[in-house]
Nanobody, 123 residues
Framework: VQLQAYGRGLVQAGGYLRLSCAAS????????MGWFRQAPGKEREFVAA????????YYADSVKGRFTISRDNAKNTVYLHMNSLKPEDTAVYYC?????????????????WGQGTLVTVSS
């Protein structure tokens, strides 16, 4: 499956931004989808994940209550809605896909990755 992320932008702290990740090349609904991010000088970290039908979602503690992951299997797209953004949310955000529903917060469990999109939050 090929993944293409959209939605890079510069927003002020407290603002909102939506990221999208479009999938092609395979049956989208067969994949668990995740979002990860990597800030400058830091390791890549888990942000959120959603299971095949969207019935289960998982979040990092740092974004819980502020970010929402969703998917539209008819459009082969997963979204990350980011509210109440903070400067520490500044990072390159990556979408990723895998088949199993285990270890959703572990990056090396994901087989497919998008190219990354930059989100900058100004204070």
């Amino acid at each position: 499956v090929q993944l293409q992320a959209y939605g890079r932008g510069l927003v002020q702290a407290g603002g909102y931004l939506r990221l999208s990740c479009a999938a092609s090349g395979s049956t989208f609904s067969m994949y668990v989808m995740g979002w990860f991010r990597q800030a400058p000088g830091k390791e890549r970290e888990f942000v959120a994940a959603i299971t095949w039908s969207g019935s289960n979602t998982y979040y990092a503690d740092s974004v819980k209550g502020r970010f929402t992951i969703s998917r539209d299997n008819a459009k082969n797209t997963v979204y990350l809605h980011m509210n109440s953004l903070k400067p520490e949310d500044t990072a390159v955000y990556y979408c990723a896909a895998k088949r199993s529903c285990y270890h959703n917060d572990v990056d090396y469990k994901y087989y497919y990755w998008g190219q990354g999109t930059l989100v900058t939050v100004s204070s």
